[in-house]
T-cell receptor
Framework: NAGVMQNPRHLVRRRGQEARLRCSPMKGHSHVYWYRQLPEEGLKFMVYLQKENIIDESGMPKERFSAEFPKEGPSILRIQQVVRGDSAAYFC????????????????FGPGTRLTVL | AQSVTQLDSHVSVSEGTPVLLRCNYSSSYSPSLFWYVQHPNKGLQLLLKYTSAATLVKGINGFEAEFKKSETSFHLTKPSAHMSDAAEYFCVVSEEGANNLFFGTGTRLTVIP
């Protein structure tokens, strides 16, 4: 059973370009989460999606960032008009959605995409 | 609101000696608590999790953690460090039933031969 897949692993963009980060969840997982890790910091939650729905985007910057998880294909985190401050590692996690009420699903993380903005 | 404090940003131990990585949390009555490990340039791997069952949780690679509600702590321990344990360790909390995780700032473990 393949783990969470993310691509590309490394992405270099110039200021003002767009960055697209892809995440394929583990087989059988229908819940996807995106986190951002700035240098020397822990991960910060960005967004939680299920198929075709954004459930919680409380951690997403209000501008330039968007996420989707279509019915078919990977989840995409899109950053428009990147700036140097967007340079970070972006991690995707997935979970099966089996924890039930009042329980937190265990999240399994991908290897991350390291975005560098020149 | 939930939060996590990892008391040591860097811990250094000799190979074969015990490991203690400290974590204190602030959360609701029934938090879920996790420890993840991150090796250089790799993703995060789940070591163990606590979800209101036994307070002493055993994880992979010989690690374990004890949930102490009175001290709001969830320290990670291992009896004998191995060179392959050198990595960054994150203590993580989630509110009861919530789906976003709150990460501590991490503790870098160095193992000296």
């Amino acid at each position: 059973n393949a783990g969470v897949m993310q691509n590309p692993r490394h992405l270099v963009r110039r200021r003002g370009q767009e960055a697209r980060l892809r995440c394929s969840p583990m087989k059988g997982h229908s819940h996807v989460y995106w986190y951002r890790q700035l240098p020397e910091e822990g991960l910060k939650f960005m967004v939680y999606l299920q198929k075709e729905n954004i459930i919680d985007e409380s951690g997403m910057p209000k501008e330039r960032f968007s996420a989707e998880f279509p019915k078919e294909g990977p989840s995409i985190l899109r950053i428009q008009q990147v700036v140097r401050g967007d340079s970070a590692a972006y991690f995707c996690a997935s979970s099966p959605g089996l924890a039930g009420p009042r329980r937190t699903d265990t999240q399994y993380f991908g290897p991350g995409t390291r975005l560098t903005v020149l | 609101a939930q939060s996590v404090t990892q008391l040591d940003s860097h811990v250094s131990v000799s190979e074969g000696t015990p490991v203690l990585l400290r974590c204190n949390y602030s959360s609701s009555y029934s938090p879920s608590l996790f420890w993840y490990v991150q090796h250089p340039n790799k993703g995060l791997q789940l070591l163990l999790k606590y979800t209101s069952a036994a307070t002493l949780v055993k994880g992979i690679n010989g690690f374990e953690a004890e949930f102490k509600k009175s001290e709001t702590s969830f320290h990670l321990t291992k009896p004998s460090a191995h060179m392959s344990d050198a990595a960054e360790y994150f203590c993580v909390v989630s509110e009861e039933g919530a789906n976003n995780l709150f990460f501590g700032t991490g503790t870098r473990l160095t193992v000296i031969p």
